[in-house]
């Protein structure tokens, strides 16, 4: 689940980053606008109108919606604009010269030159996955494919002895840990170069 989480978290996050950054499509400005206002809507309030979209789609019980989820992200669009402004247009130009469209500037040239925004984002996007709670539950109660979070919830209906509580507890909590601790320069370093254009 988490692997595909990174995926759509990157790709279609940092796409419409390169889309209002870089191609900045007619009306482009409002749809950044509508981005950042997002970002003052808690995930809690659209819950009722995606479970139900997710229902009629037949999709529950899957990781689909979770990858859509976290693909729509607009912290980490912002995060992604941010980055790819600051990327030389002097480099993009003369790869338009040289003839590549505009998928091909995005894969060859934007996504090698955001390494760091990147990892920074698939940071973010492994420990929320990991600790989310609300959709996982909602989708995924009762299918093989509950995440920690769900199965951690579920002790509460059985008779289970404290050392396993605290054993999954353990569990819920180091992987998040560790890669916060092996990662902590990156995500700082590259949260400094999102937000300050170069």
């Not at 889309?19 to 400005?29: D, E, M, S, T, W």
Request: glycine share 8%.
């Amino acid at each position: 689940m988490v692997l595909g989480c990174i995926v759509t978290g990157i790709l279609f996050n940092g796409l419409l980053a390169y889309a209002l950054a870089i191609l900045k499509p007619k009306g482009h400005k409002v749809i950044f606008m509508m981005v950042m206002w997002s970002l003052l809507i808690p995930s809690t309030t659209n819950i009722i109108a995606l479970f139900r979209n997710i229902n009629m789609l037949g999709m529950n019980g899957t990781f689909f919606p979770l990858w859509l989820a976290y693909g729509a992200n607009a912290f980490y669009i912002v995060l992604f604009k941010e980055f790819f402004e600051g990327i030389p247009a002097e480099l993009l130009e003369a790869a338009k010269l040289d003839g590549a469209g505009v998928m091909r500037v995005f894969s060859n040239i934007v996504l090698p030159l955001s390494r760091p925004i990147i990892m920074v984002v698939a940071i973010f996007v492994v420990t929320a996955a990991w600790s989310d709670f609300l959709l996982p539950y909602l989708v995924l109660k009762g299918t093989s494919f509950e995440t920690v979070m769900v199965k951690l919830f579920s002790f509460k209906d059985t008779p289970t002895d404290a050392v396993s509580v605290l054993r999954a507890c353990l569990f819920a909590i180091i992987p998040p840990t560790v890669i916060f601790a092996i990662f902590q320069r990156k995500i700082t370093d590259g949260a400094v170069a999102g937000a300050i254009k170069g």
